[in-house]
């Protein structure tokens, strides 16, 4: 006698499993639809009884059994839910051999808010990935209708390639999302990873509701027999993947030291151009500028850490000085979006401190002194060729951060990253990536400064 079982569960109920599964891929993939396909085959569900474990345009309810109290936000522009956070899922059937399956759903890359969300996506799919002690699979989730190696399509892959560590490079599953039928328009050798197996899934059968299926019998019936061989085509893949071994997630906690110390570093480079601009601004008007300090309170505050700025002055939680995690998504300051309703960026970007952040005047000869740069100079050619001599010392750092990452995960490219953005704006693919001017003039400069140190 089976027990068939399918439910979301938080990170402190990961523990035990015998099989586990990361899923990556980018925004509208189909990595959901994969899930909700995988929890169905596993409960053997019938076509008018289909569990919801993430919600979409047809099932707009979550059953209980999924709802881990973590709200996503909802694109009111197609109906649908998009996954912004980590969740965890098992499942376990005579699908699986009565084995325990713990599915990894994470964040898509090119989400809708542009680079800086897929920076932050990065980070919780990377951080989500410690928190399992090992993983058998990865399951890159891409449409069937991807059939061009678009700009596009390159940063995506890309993205995604920055997070599948040298340990796990023979561990990456295809999953074909929405086939029709098992056409291959794009080889395995397009991706800057290894292809273990390919599976296509034809998981149309969640495009309806259970109350079209009720009304419209040819409907029901053609996407009954969708349903089945998706179960077959899951049956498949289990079998699959318990021919892999597992491998430990020693590599992800060093790709997270790693990522982190380039996001800072990067940081730093944008915080050097805004200096630039106080240094010429201060050559127009002869004034002084305003910088951010802190200031000691003898209680804690929620502080967003790429902001800077206090969300929650006085906050009532109890202390945590850990930033990256899901901590402040019970804050005040969060919506139901878990996004902050201060500064719009996640629970991830904040942190306790005993300090504020506050705005004051701070004389130019500060910034002039942190470029080692006499304040009486008058020779523009001599500021302008210090401050082309601190933006190549940033951008060196960086890649010697890459050349470091490298040893764990030799796709992690960042200087490639920033020439496929540019190839975007190029190709005027822009809106794809929600992009600024000031955020392409930062990546002009930095491939500027890249290609000088070739």
Avoid at 214 to 229: D, G, M, R, T
Avoid at 332 to 354: I, Q, W
Wanted: aromatic share 10%.
């Amino acid at each position: 006698m089976s027990l068939k079982f399918a439910r979301a569960v938080r990170k402190d109920e990961i523990e035990p499993y015998d099989f586990s599964i990361l899923v990556l891929g980018e925004s509208g993939a189909g990595k959901s639809t994969l899930i909700n396909t995988i929890v169905n085959s596993v409960l053997e569900t019938d076509i008018e009884n289909m569990k919801i474990a993430i919600k979409n345009k047809a099932y707009s309810m979550l059953d209980e059994e999924f709802n881990d109290g973590i709200n996503e936000r909802a694109d009111d522009s197609q109906g649908l839910s998009v996954t912004m956070n980590t969740h965890f899922y098992k499942v376990s059937g005579p699908i699986t051999q009565n084995k325990t399956f713990l599915i990894v759903d994470t964040p898509g890359i090119l989400a809708t808010r542009g680079i800086d969300e897929d920076d932050d996506n990065m980070k919780k799919t990377i951080i989500a990935a410690q928190a399992v002690k090992k993983f058998n699979a990865i399951l890159f989730v891409n449409k069937y209708t991807d059939n061009r190696l678009s700009a596009c399509f390159k940063y995506k892959i890309l993205r995604i390639a920055e997070v599948i560590p040298t340990d796990f490079e023979t561990s990456v599953i295809r999953i074909l999302s929405f086939a029709s039928d098992d056409t291959l328009f794009l080889k395995n050798d397009k991706f800057p990873f290894q292809i273990q197996q390919i599976f296509h899934m034809n998981n149309s059968h969640f495009s309806y509701s259970k109350e079209q299926y009720a009304q419209v019998l040819n409907l029901k019936n053609k996407h009954s027999q969708n349903k089945i061989e998706s179960d077959n085509t899951i049956k498949e893949l289990f079998e699959f993947i318990f021919n892999m071994g597992a491998k430990l997630n020693k590599q992800y906690h060093e790709l997270f030291a790693y990522h982190n110390n380039i996001m800072n570093k990067i940081s730093e480079f944008k915080a050097h151009l805004n200096n630039i601009e106080y240094i010429k601004d201060y050559y127009k008007t002869k004034k002084d500028i305003n910088i951010i300090c802190w200031e000691d309170t003898i209680y804690h505050n929620t502080v967003c850490a790429e902001c800077l700025k206090t969300c929650h002055e006085e906050c009532g939680l109890n202390f945590c000085d850990l930033k990256n995690s899901q901590y402040f998504n019970n804050c005040y300051c969060m919506n139901l979006e878990k996004k902050c309703r201060v500064c719009n960026c996640t629970s991830e970007n904040h942190v306790h401190k005993h300090q504020k952040p506050i705005k004051k005047k701070q004389p130019i000869q500060d910034v002039f002194d942190a470029y080692s740069i006499p304040f009486n100079l008058n020779n523009r050619d001599r500021l302008n060729e210090r401050i082309e001599q601190k933006e190549l010392e940033i951008a060196k750092e960086l890649l010697d951060l890459e050349n470091e990452i490298h040893k764990i995960n030799p796709r992690y490219i960042i200087s490639k990253r920033v020439r496929r953005i540019l190839k975007l704006l190029d190709q005027g693919e822009e809106e794809n990536i929600k992009f600024d001017i000031k955020q392409q003039e930062f990546y002009q400069d930095l491939n500027k400064k890249f290609n000088s140190l070739k």
